[in-house]
């Protein structure tokens, strides 16, 4: 059971019916770990603004954003968020194989240099590494400045939204207990 504490929108503060407003009108609906920031409404505020950016107008392609966020969610073992992004990746095209491959922690033979350097940024960070200098510039040079300044973030957004569902014990849609 889920430990997410709805608001009922009678109860909701101003803010708090602000964002949930904003959130329906920008996805038709509210999205699981914004049941949990609108506690906080000035969070899920920010939190929309920067998911929203780092979704839909990054430097990085749908895959990477998928690679790096199955990466967070395998290292905090998010079920719920594990099932949505495979399903994701899927559709952005990633192949069983490398799906598989990301979630046992190895390396999912990536074709595109730009994708194998986000999964090894991320790979290589959540399990703790320290990047040597030479190993920081060589990922730096693929995947350039502005893309590892998004992963860092993206990596760090994901993180939040895998704890906040793995805390909360969000179920995984149509699976039975």
Do not use: C
Not at 98 to 115: Q, R, T, V, Y
Not at 149 to 164: F, I, P
């Amino acid at each position: 059971m889920s430990r997410i504490e709805d608001i009922a929108p009678e109860n909701m503060t101003q803010a708090q019916k602000t964002v949930f407003e904003q959130l329906v009108a920008g996805r038709g609906k509210i999205l699981a770990p914004y049941r949990v920031w609108i506690h906080s409404p000035e969070v899920a505020a920010r939190m929309e603004s920067i998911g929203t950016y780092l979704n839909k107008r990054s430097t990085l392609s749908t895959r990477e954003v998928e690679i790096a966020i199955l990466v967070i969610a395998r290292h905090w073992q998010s079920p719920y968020v594990i099932d949505a992004h495979i399903r994701a990746g899927m559709e952005a095209g990633l192949t069983r194989e490398a799906l598989d491959a990301i979630m046992a922690g190895g390396d999912p033979k990536l074709e595109d240099a730009h994708e194998r350097a986000v999964h090894a940024f991320s790979a290589e960070i959540v399990g703790g590494s320290k990047l040597s200098d030479a190993r920081f510039a060589e990922l730096a040079q693929a995947l350039r400045r502005d893309s590892l300044a998004e992963l860092l973030v993206l990596l760090g957004y994901y993180s939040s939204v895998a704890l906040a569902m793995k805390v909360h014990d969000m179920p995984i849609p149509g699976a039975t207990a």
